[in-house]
RNA sequence: GGCUGGGUGGCAGAGUGGCUAUGCAGCGGAUUGCAAAUCCGUGGACCUCGGUUCGACUCCGGGCCCAGCCUCCA
């Protein structure tokens, strides 16, 4: 039985899908004006983990991850870089699928773009505005009118009250309350914008997400996910919005994944404090980094460092090489006992941590089999290849993954020159010349190269 | 000020009302020409003050501290 953390009743739950045996989940995306930073890679690896999971249960699952392509930031770096919109977003859309692509993170079923959905988004606002919550703020934009919306403030435990009186809202005269956002902006001068009943312009942020939400999976789905900056006024707005124009409950339930930090300080742009994917690739590989992100709970922070980068890479060494010193079997069927443990840990919330420690006790159980020569390694072997799997880990062959380097700006010895060099060693060691056999590990270490003598010849990796 | 969530061993990070997390690092041993890898063993923790309880790191309350949201943000 699948438990979640629902941010609506902030308990875990029972998971029960609206139609037995389908889930639909949608999860916000990212703003498409930069290269994704490690906070995206956050979203885009829980959320992957979440649908593999949920998948690996049986269920059918739809997972539409939007894209926002359209919005304020959009348009004045586009007009920075003297780009169009459409130019601009696509080339950071590519970005952020080849980013994905290395995290091994999966596409999602359905990827919609504002741009694209500006019909659906037109007629949300107008049903919005038929039912009386929204108004038009005499300057051609549109607004939602809070106050409207009973269960305003339900997602993030805010009363309307508090909001008021919390006053860092901004100042504008066309709203009848300061609390109200926008729906619809009328194009000025010079920007972008789509044709609609109230005149030329671009829709607010938060009914994109309602109407492509609504309109890709219906007026009322399962899961709808994403990082925990979003859910006020985000998603609260989302609430609001699709409640209020489809008069049926929007989402059964809410997923907030917790930020990646640096020196105990939120991970953000405005902080400056970010690293961007590609950047962390130079020096680290995708895997180390998905790694990275599975050793802390989703709804805990994740705090960024090399050192814990580091420790990554240390543990995926160890899984890899249990692997590589045993054939797995590919199509095995998992081992009951290591299944059911990993599949109750990712049952509780998804609890990836400690389906990792399940993953290291069967490593543990395979070697000592392995050692004494038990028939099981092999199966054990598979087994972990799979239940990593669910994770999205371990799918690289071994060998290649100890000797790769560590990103793609990693400089160091080609693999022809290391291994002449090891020819060479164990020349010096057929010939029982010690020092001479040292004295070349010791230059091969200095290279960054580790070697491992066994029986008759000698592995190697990069340290 | 209001609203979330959290404070666990050297580091990272799960979890449980009484019983080994796990990984990295440390220590002892096996193995090895020496290493590496691996295995065996081992030290080390639960912010603070009260309460409930036979018993609390785990439940309840106060305090202190940290992060986040209340403005664009994953």
Redesign the pocket.
């Known amino acids: 039985m699948l438990t979640l953390y629902n941010?609506l009743t902030?308990?875990k739950e029972e998971f029960v899908p609206i139609e037995p045996g389908r889930v639909r989940m949608y999860v916000?995306?990212?703003?498409v004006y930069d290269y994704c930073?490690?906070?995206?890679a956050?979203?885009l690896v829980v959320f992957d983990v979440i649908v593999r999971h949920l998948a690996s249960l049986g269920y059918q699952v739809t997972y539409v991850r939007n894209i926002?392509d359209v919005?304020?930031?959009i348009i004045a770096r586009a007009a920075e870089k003297g780009e169009s919109l459409r130019e601009l977003t696509g080339r950071f859309i590519e970005a952020m699928h080849e980013d994905a692509d290395a995290l091994a993170v999966l596409r999602p079923d359905i990827e919609p773009r504002a741009t694209d959905s500006m019909d659906d988004i037109v007629s949300m606002i107008g049903k919005l505005l038929d039912k009386g919550y929204a108004y038009d703020g005499g300057n051609g934009d549109i607004y939602y009118s809070v106050s409207k919306f009973e269960h305003y403030g339900q997602l993030?435990?805010?009363?309307i009250e508090?909001?008021r009186?919390?006053?860092?809202?901004?100042v504008n005269e066309a709203k009848q309350d300061?609390?109200d956002?926008v729906l619809w902006k009328s194009a000025k001068h010079g920007e972008p914008g789509w044709p609609s009943p109230w005149g030329e312009g671009r829709p607010g942020?938060?009914i994109e997400c309602s109407a492509m939400s609504t309109g890709c999976l219906g007026a009322h789905f399962d899961i709808h996910g994403?990082?925990?900056?979003?859910?006020?006024?985000?998603h609260e707005n989302e609430i609001a919005q699709s409640e209020g124009a489809t008069g049926q409950h929007f989402v059964n339930y809410w997923i907030?994944?917790?930020?990646?930090?640096v020196d105990?300080?939120?991970?953000?742009?405005?902080?400056g404090n970010?690293f961007t994917v590609r950047e962390i690739l130079q020096r680290y590989q995708a895997e180390e980094i998905r790694y990275f992100i599975l050793?802390?709970?989703?709804?805990?922070?994740?705090?960024y460092?090399d050192?814990?980068l580091?420790?990554?890479r240390?543990?995926l060494?160890?899984l890899y090489?249990?692997l590589r010193?045993s054939v797995a079997v590919d199509e095995a069927q998992p081992v009951p006992e290591y299944e059911t443990r990993f599949r109750t840990?990712m049952n509780?919330?998804f609890?990836t941590?400690?389906a990792?420690?399940v993953?290291?006790?069967l490593?543990?159980?395979?070697?000592?089999s392995?050692?004494r020569g038990g028939e099981d390694a092999a199966l054990l072997a598979g087994t972990l290849k799979t239940l990593a799997g669910r994770l999205g880990l371990l799918q690289s062959d071994p060998e290649l993954w100890l000797r790769s380097r560590h990103g793609a700006g990693a400089e160091g010895p080609s693999d022809d020159e290391i291994e002449a060099l090891i020819a060479r060693?164990d020349q010096a060691?057929e010939d029982?010349d010690?020092?001479e056999?040292?004295r070349l590990?010791e230059q091969l270490t200095g290279l960054g190269i580790?070697?491992?003598?066994?029986a008759g010849s000698?592995?190697w990796?990069r340290e």
């Open positions: 941010t902030r308990r916000c995306g990212m703003t930073h490690l906070g995206h956050r979203v926002t919005d304020d930031k993030s435990g805010k009363r508090d909001l009186s919390g006053a860092r809202v901004e300061p609390l956002f942020w938060h994403g990082g925990m900056d979003l859910k006020f006024p985000h907030h994944n917790g930020f990646v930090q105990e300080e939120k991970m953000s742009k405005s902080l970010f050793t802390s709970h989703y709804r805990s922070p994740l705090s460092s050192d814990n580091d420790k990554a240390g543990a060494q160890r090489t249990a010193d840990a509780d919330d609890n941590p400690e990792l420690a993953l290291f006790d490593t543990r159980a395979m070697n000592r392995r050692q060693r060691r029982r010690w020092a056999a040292d590990r580790v070697l491992e003598d066994s000698t592995r990796r």
